[in-house]
């Protein structure tokens, strides 16, 4: 009998490569069809997914708290000290930025519009020689680029979330996938694989495991690196007699939260703060400021707070961050880095490349015989 794998006459006569190129072609256009569709059914119910997601960044953050607390406590008490804990200091740090930022607001933007001048004369007086008309029509380039982009990502995060109904039943999924996934993560987990097939359990597992540490790292991470940049920029600026130090520290906080572009962009409002108010020598140390503190952060504290959690490079998490911020608006971009990082750790175990983790699995020792009288 002929073997069914071998190739048949016609195909004979097709290069080795050439099929070898069409078989990865069509299961990738299949992979990407099946992502497609469950892009598709998870976009139709995304206010649940949203809140589900959120949640287990809420749990990422207070699991390691209620850990501490249930050393003593019961696990119940731990969980609502731990939720009461965190909640208290994300309404410290929201409450100091909103404040640092309203108290401050209208001299930043004051001097904001003062670097902006200065470059506006430097552009007309400078090598470039620009007109008036010139300027004018990059600024409505810039301001209709800006628009158009606050109002896609504004609307894509939010467009979903729009009724009260929609956000009632999005805090509700919220708040209770917050109890539930640190009251029975591991019975819950377990459900999930046990529906798997039996040959896959083992992956699945592994692989649910490995995502959620990469998201826990992150998310736990990101916090720590973001509030070590502002403190860095905040003394940066202090130092160089900059105005509008704590306003400007509490940008970089924020910015932060997107890696390796949040932080610059929001440094650069204080180079045009140090441009207006401290000259362009100062504006200059401000920059290299931001390049020292980015190069701190991305060599130094990234990998010592994060670890191995998302062992992404550069270039993959701006684009990451691109493609997030383009799919799903501000949102995306914010989650962009995380979810990126959970699928490159799963992927390397899936394809054998992950050293601490063998696939497949090596398969259990054999059960010894039983001994016959």
Do not use: C
């Amino acid at each position: 009998m002929s073997d069914p794998a071998a190739p048949s006459e016609g195909d004979s006569a097709v290069p080795g490569t050439l099929r070898l190129t069409a078989g990865i072609t069509w299961r990738l256009l299949i992979v990407l069809a099946g992502v497609a569709v469950a892009g598709y059914l998870l976009n139709i119910i995304f206010p649940v997914v949203f809140a589900l997601f959120f949640a287990l960044l809420m749990t990422a953050w207070t699991q390691p708290l209620m850990n501490v607390f249930h050393r003593v406590l019961p696990k119940v008490v731990s969980m609502i000290l731990a939720l009461l804990v965190i909640g208290a200091a994300v309404v410290v740090i929201v409450g100091s930025v909103v404040r640092s930022s309203v108290a401050e607001g209208p001299k930043l933007v004051t001097a904001v519009e003062g670097g902006i001048t200065q470059i506006e004369d430097w552009l007309k007086t400078g090598p470039l020689q620009l007109t008036d008309a010139n300027i004018n029509a990059l600024l409505s380039q810039v301001q209709d680029w800006v628009k158009t982009i606050a109002s896609g990502l504004l609307g894509d995060a939010f467009g979903a979330l729009g009724s009260i109904g929609t956000l009632v039943i999005a805090a509700s999924v919220f708040f209770y996938g917050v109890v539930f996934f640190l009251l029975t993560p591991n019975s819950i987990w377990s459900w999930i694989v046990g529906w798997m097939p039996g040959r896959l359990q083992t992956p699945v597992d592994v692989s649910g495991r490995m995502a959620w540490d990469a998201i826990a790292g992150y998310t736990r991470g990101i916090v720590v690196v973001a509030f070590a940049d502002a403190v860095l920029v905040f003394i940066g600026l202090t130092l160089l007699q900059v105005p509008l130090a704590p306003a400007l520290a509490a940008l970089v906080f924020l910015g932060a939260f997107i890696p390796v572009i949040g932080a610059p962009i929001a440094t650069f409002f204080a180079a045009i703060v140090a441009l207006a108010e401290r000259g362009p020598i100062i504006a200059l140390l401000v920059v290299a400021l931001t390049v020292v503190v980015g190069s701190f952060d991305g060599d130094v504290l990234q990998p010592l707070v994060m670890g191995k959690a998302v062992s992404l490079h550069p270039l993959a998490i701006v684009f990451a961050i691109a493609a997030g911020g383009i799919a799903m608006g501000i949102v995306g971009a914010l989650i962009a880095v995380p979810i990126a990082g959970a699928v490159y750790k799963v992927a390397k175990y899936l394809t054998g490349r992950d050293p601490d983790h063998p696939f497949p699995p090596p398969a259990p020792p054999p059960a010894e015989a039983a001994v016959t009288a």
